[in-house]
């Protein structure tokens, strides 16, 4: 309570830049400390906020200022990300290592935010070193204010619902396997919110429910379906998409869609929940129950089937989530009012993944260089025009022929361009894709090698939904269009987290000259320093 006040005084007190007075503040405060978990049925080391694995789910609403005053207790630097909050002309608060420098053991720092015109299903979880296998990740999710209606009946309960694969080895040693250069190990399981099976969801008979489902796990696409029941898709990653049924949806890695789900009528029986690995050999399993309020019986029967390996089949699925373009964004104006597929490109840029040796050792790379983070923060860099951290577009337009090098990658961009930006895949595995800052429209997915006749062929220019997240698929293709409005310093990366560690990563610099808090706010004043930015 005491500090609640406290924090309160400093937010008022300090120049009201980050977050706006107007607007209702949720304070938080996250113990993040090891705690002894065994989701597998092995003690492991977990990662825990407040005491709990997962941590806690996060319920605002659009245009709260969110404090979250973390006190890291790891023995290990630490950074929470907010996979999908805007960090509207802030990316200050983003939480990744390019614009933050890491929150030290037994230190706390508190993130500022503000829930800018966001509404949706999004997540957290650590951002540095491999944290994130062991825990320290949630649900977050921002509901509509009261006056913006959306285009879904009011639901009886909601639920979120984290899905991830996980390994029975503890963090640091997942951590030692890449750091010698060693192939990653494939995942021992697959957990809902924590558990491989038995996490049971009460539901009354005749009642609809909404399920915000998101895939937390760090290599593996998942499928999710519920026995005897069909998912309603009515969100994903802040879109209100067009409401398909569908009998089980592909949910990648860093990605997350809201379902409604009508419960039968009495319901005499319990069902499975049913979340698989995609691509992978073998496909691991995992399963919850969806416990009706008066059912004698447990769920039973085989599991709902689901596709296997059908790379076209998920590919064609990604075709079908259009955005419904009459309905409300977070402010009463319908989504489809802002006519992208008209907006002139000026520039586009392709992005190949690869994998190399350097060193001898296993690296990751996008246009052929592989991310190393500087010890100064880029963002930090930028601010007191720090010279020799990074150079802007160290990274190229377009990939290139030669060989694979360690680099500071930083795409240098002009705020306000319309950029479209297409993820080459010409590996064998699926890739995912995340970028901090922004929603972009995920507007086309083919196989093969790109080319821009592909544009006129495949593209969705009408009603693709906006996404945080995008899969590309092996030996494929996606292309995204985004709006670079939103000026910072802003992370591009793999959310298959080792290939992020071993440096599939890089930062999009969106700028312009002219210094003003209407484009951008100011280093908030509790920045830490670090590296050649601390005086
Ligand atoms: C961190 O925050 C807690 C709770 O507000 C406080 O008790 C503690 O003293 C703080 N520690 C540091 C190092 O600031
Ligand atoms: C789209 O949104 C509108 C407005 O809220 C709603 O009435 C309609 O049912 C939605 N259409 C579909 C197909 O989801
Ligand atoms: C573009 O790609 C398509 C599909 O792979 C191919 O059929 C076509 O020949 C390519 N066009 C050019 C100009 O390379």
Not at 239 to 248: A, I, L, R, V
Not at 263 to 274: A, K, L, S, W
Not at 293 to 308: D, F, K, V, W
Request: hydrophobic content about 35%; charged content about 15%.
């Amino acid at each position: 309570m005491r500090q609640a006040i406290v924090l309160g005084v400093l937010a008022c007190l300090s120049l009201l830049s980050y977050v706006n007075a107007e607007d209702p503040y949720v304070y938080l405060n996250w113990v993040v400390e090891y705690g002894e978990i065994s989701p597998l049925n092995v003690n492991q080391r977990g990662i825990l906020i407040n005491g709990q694995f997962p941590g806690p789910t996060v319920n605002v609403i659009t245009n709260d200022n969110v404090i979250v005053n973390v006190e890291n207790k790891l023995d290990e630097p630490l950074l929470i990300t907010w996979n999908g909050i805007k960090q509207r002309k802030t990316s200050w608060q983003d939480g990744v290592l390019g614009t933050n420098c890491p929150i030290p053991p037994n230190t706390n720092w508190t993130y500022r935010m503000q829930m800018k015109d966001q509404i949706g299903t999004f997540t957290y979880f650590p951002s540095t070193l491999m944290h994130r296998a062991a825990g320290g990740f949630g649900g977050f999710n921002i509901l509509a204010r009261s006056v913006i209606p959306v285009p879904y009946p009011k639901p009886y309960e909601e639920f979120t619902v984290l899905v991830s694969d996980w390994w029975k080895k503890d963090h640091k040693e997942l951590q030692q396997i890449l750091d010698s250069g060693n192939p990653f190990p494939l995942p021992d399981g697959i957990l809902i919110n924590g558990k491989p099976s038995s996490t049971s969801f009460d539901v009354v008979p005749g009642q609809t429910y909404l399920f915000r489902v998101s895939n937390v796990g760090m290599t593996t696409s998942i499928n999710f379906r519920i026995q005897g029941h069909n998912l309603q898709l009515v969100e994903c990653e802040g879109s209100h998409t067009m409401q398909e049924e569908y009998e089980s949806l592909d949910i990648h890695v860093g990605q997350s869609s809201s379902f409604l789900v009508t419960m039968h009528g009495p319901g005499t029986n319990d069902y499975y929940i049913v979340a698989s690995t995609r691509f992978t050999k073998p496909i691991l399993t995992s399963t919850a129950i969806l416990h009706y309020q008066g059912s004698r019986n447990p769920a039973s029967g085989p599991l709902p089937i689901a596709p296997t390996y059908h790379i076209q089949w998920s590919m064609k699925q990604a075709r079908t989530i259009r955005w419904n373009l009459t309905a409300n964004a977070a402010r009463p104006n319908p989504q489809g009012s802002f006519h992208y597929g008209t907006i002139p490109v000026v520039r586009t840029i392709v992005l190949e993944n690869s994998a190399s040796q350097i060193n001898g050792k296993q690296r990751y790379a996008v246009n052929k260089i592989s991310y190393i983070n500087p010890e100064t923060p880029l963002k930090l860099a930028d601010y007191f025009n720090i010279p020799g951290v990074f150079t802007l577009n160290s990274i190229q337009d377009n990939p290139p022929s030669g060989p694979t090098g360690l680099g500071t990658s930083v795409l240098g961009t002009t705020l306000h361009d319309f950029v479209e930006i297409i993820f080459q895949n010409s590996e064998s595995t699926i890739q995912s894709w995340h970028l901090d800052g922004y929603d972009f429209w995920t507007v086309g997915f083919g196989s093969g090698q790109w080319n821009t006749t592909l544009r006129r062929r495949f593209y969705n220019f009408n009603d693709a939904p906006t996404r945080y997240t995008v899969q590309v698929y092996p030996y494929s293709w996606s292309a995204i269009l985004v709006s670079l409005d939103n000026k910072g310093m802003w992370n591009l990366r793999s959310a298959i987290w080792p290939r992020r560690y071993l440096g599939q990563e890089l930062y999009v610099r969106v700028w312009n000259d002219e210094q003003s808090l209407f484009t951008e706010y100011d280093i908030p004043d509790n920045a830490l320093l670090c590296g050649r930015a601390r005086r």
